[in-house]
């Protein structure tokens, strides 16, 4: 259960690189920082405004979007014709200057925002869990289903959709292939503060979890391919899940500690296996 | 002709090291600067490695102080554990990080852009892990200490004006290896294409090798210098060689200039000032800091800082002299 | 000309550096008395640090204000370890080429054992603020190491006792942070719990900023355990106070004085209640007898540091800092600018009330304290409350 959970954040953050990568064919290493914006975001309103939770949230989610929007706007766009490299080092550069300011105008402190409906653990099958962790699930689950209700039946959607598909004819049907990557980015950003808003209470939060999250949420694209938000979903869970159970294993010397580790060994095996495939996108992208 | 020209400016920037290294006795600069001079040495070590990846082969390492780390603690654990003589550690930790760099090269290559930075990403977090929880032979987060100094002889590198020497003549040797290797055949070629290997390939350079030699060549320099580092402070514990680090180094090789060997003292330096002196003065912003140094430079000058001033200063002059002799 | 161009650039570098540095080394007055000071003032042990550097700032302000120390300022000089312990080695190096007559901090048991070789090396004294008891012992080779903190073998004792003789408990588990000060207090929990008539039936450890307990938790709910004992700093403790409520775990928690601060609460919720601890007596100090002989001083540094930095924001943390500077403060005043002599006087304060308990320093204890410098303390409704013995 515990893994289904955490693999529903990892999902989150897979979703935005998913989103971002299909649209712009960017990998956006700034991903990871969107899910520490939107717990540090929404503890600091809920700390310090008395906002009622939901609209904290909601409101937490458009800060963290349009945080979203204006790195594309201030970074990306204005390196048009960058390469790979130069666009990597960009966006990591994004985001450790998210950090540094998060760490530097809030706190470089661990904080924990309160639960959404108390601690109280309810009993399920003789198993306990808590309840944040059913929010966590059912809130990524919702947004998979509202996801995929806008790519399927919105024009905006379908834009999108068509310009992963096809960036150049998608330009010739008069689809601007830069708002598309601007909605791309604040998609990809209020995803990840969605994540960061409903896992903050459970595992508490602090200006620095935006590395781990990040690369967590791209083994979860990466096991997904790239290809969909519902692959990257699946992935998500996966990862989830195997982290879960490797932990629960007794390996001997190894302690539970290298559950990070995992995920990433995961990463390398991934990216080994399909490097010939993935190097051939590349080529043409 | 270029190289001609980075010859001639490249001997400059020595002959100024060395005026640098004879200005070091004088009480003031000793007092106050052998410390900070020590780390832009082992910096330069480091970004030296990563200014020629990035430049050479196009693509970025974003784990190189795994290379830097191992180097250490390989140093670290015989040295003080086991009691391997200090300099037979170093060479067995130089040896080890240069042999490992060439056997994840072949996988590694085979991939580029966005994955292979993820990739040397999950690569260099997975030995900062492994530094932090083999707690029976790393001293785990907390480190391993009393590490011994290196000696020679009876001479013993016990004071840092002593350690100064030690690590600014071996970052010598190494810039001046390093450039003899790009001054070879298949680097001057590569230079002159801007690294692409098709075009490279098509003249008969065997550019996949000249990547994996720069490749080991840059692990081997983090793993010397991450030695240099442990018998300097005679400590060594995982923080150094985390994620944050490795982009530290991404930060001083993009200030330095991609491609330029002498453009990692000036990145190393900026860098180290700036974090050691400048932004200890003025609170926290030291992230902010980097972040916009590499945001800025990239989007401006993706060649690199020192490059990009370089070749803008040519730009300027070349307009000078046209002007001049137009008339 | 283009050879000029590298020339240029490096002769840059150096211009811009050398004023800069300078400028950042400017002499206050002639003979100020400076003093080094390093703590984990950012990064995960920010809890601790953060107190400290206040203390030690409000307390330059003070002393200053007075005319300083025998008419010289005190400049004290802090650095940040980021909770880095490499960053701290490198800031002490500084330190130390910086002259300061001596340094306090850092705060962590895992930071203050690196130093050790270094201070001793240089000679100048070091007042620790980290709690472990391996900071300070064996007292042949730590000449120049001194420590306010009490020691967690004091804690562990003390809190043994409680779990023995009042809780009435024999069977426990023990959890402990895999950093310097969870792991010296592991071996002490093993070493000491034969004496209290307890056995300890499950160990488990965990990373200090792990984000995830329940694997360690479930093995201790499967396990015989009467009672848990945590040993380290947030946030993992509270994350584990919450795994316990969250696995439905039934059995008591205690932990150590390494959560004595607000944040354990901030952090853990309601998960945190009824957690029992061992804690030094700022705490409590309004509920302290007048007999107590640290009443006078835990009162007024309570009342100046809440002036200043808020209510109910002092903590024991910054206690260790003020008695670090003020035993650095007397020797100042008594023998002047001299390290040895220093480290010397320190050595010689006794029956000095400090916030940590009453200093005894000895050329066999450099830590000076014993048992009964703490209280045991349970979290009622989120608030401190303290477990009177009778």
Known sequence: MAGVTSGSIYALVGLGFTVIYSVTGIINFAQGEFVMLGGMISYIILDSTGLPTVPALLLTIAVVATVGAVLYLMAIRSARKASVVSLIIITIGASVFIRGVAGEIWTRDYVRPPYFSGDESLSFLGAYIQPQALWIIGTTVAAMIVLQVFLTYTVMGKALRACAINRAAAGLVGIDARVMALISFSLAAAFGALGGVVVAPLTTTSYSVGVMMGLKGFVAAAIGGFRSPFAAFVGGITIGIVESLAVAIDWGPFSSAYKDAIALVVLLLILLVRSGRLAAEERVG | ?327 | MKKWIGLLLVMLLLGTAIPLVGCAEEEVEKEAYKVGAVFAVSGFNAPLGTPEKQTVEMMVEQINAKGGIDGHPLDVIVYDTESDTTKCVARVNELIEAGVLAIIGPSSTGESMALIDIVTGAEIPLVSCAAGVTIVTPVEQREWVFKTPQSDLLAVQELFKYIDEVAGFTKIAIITDTGGFGKGGKAILEAQAANYGLTIVASEDFDTTQQDMTAEMTNIKNSTAEAIVCWGTNPGPALIAQARVALNITIPLFCSHGIANKKFIELGGSAVNGVIFPAGKLLVAGQLPNSDPQKDVLVEYKADFEEKYGDGTANTFGGHAYDALSMVVMALDKVGADKAKIRDYIETITDWPGTGGVFNMSTEDHNGLTAGCFVMIEIVNGEWTWLEED
């Not at chain 2, 020590?38 to 082969?57: A, E, K, Q, R, S």
């Not at chain 2, 803008?312 to 008339?327: K, S, T």
Request: with cysteine; glycine share 12%; aromatic share 14%.
């Open chain 2, 1 to 327: 002709m270029l190289a001609k020209v980075r010859g001639r400016a490249a001997y400059a920037v020595i002959v100024l090291l060395l005026l640098l290294v004879m200005l070091a006795p004088f009480e003031w600069f000793l007092a106050r600067y052998t410390t900070l001079m020590i780390f832009i040495g082992l910096n330069t070590m480091l970004t030296v490695g990563l200014c020629l990846l990035m430049g050479y082969t196009g693509q970025v390492s974003l784990g190189h102080a795994a290379f830097f780390g191992i180097g250490a603690y390989f140093s670290a654990i015989l040295s003080k554990t086991y009691d391997v003589n200090p300099w037979l550690a170093m060479g067995i930790g130089a040896a080890a990080t240069g042999a490992f760099a060439y056997v994840i090269s072949y996988p590694i290559f085979r991939l580029r852009g966005n994955y292979l930075a993820m990739a040397t990403l999950g690569l260099g977090l997975i030995i900062y892990i492994l530094f932090r929880e083999l707690g029976d032979y790393t001293g785990g987060p907390d480190g391993m200490y009393g590490i011994p100094y290196l000696s020679a002889g009876g001479f013993v590198f016990d004071t840092p004006f002593k350690r100064y020497f030690l690590v600014w003549g071996l970052c010598l040797a190494m810039l001046l290896i390093s450039q003899n290797i790009v001054r070879s055949r298949s680097g001057r070629a590569l230079r002159a294409i801007h690294g692409s290997e098709a075009a490279a390939e098509s003249v008969g350079i065997n550019s996949a090798q000249f990547k994996m030699k720069i490749f080991v060549l840059s692990a081997v320099y983090a793993s010397l210098a991450g030695s240099l580092f442990v018998h300097h402070l005679r400590f060594v514990g995982p923080q150094p060689f985390g994620f944050l680090a490795s982009v530290m180094v991404v930060v001083m090789a993009v200030v330095g200039g991609l491609a330029s060997v002498w453009g990692a003292i000036f990145g190393a330096a900026a860098i180290r000032i700036l974090s050691d002196k400048v932004l200890l003065e003025f609170g926290e912003l030291d992230l902010i800091v980097y972040g916009l140094i590499l945001m800025v430079v990239m989007i401006f000058l993706p060649q690199g800082l020192f490059v990009g001033l370089k070749e803008g200063y040519a730009r300027l002059r070349l307009r000078y002299v046209r002007r001049e002799a137009e008339p």
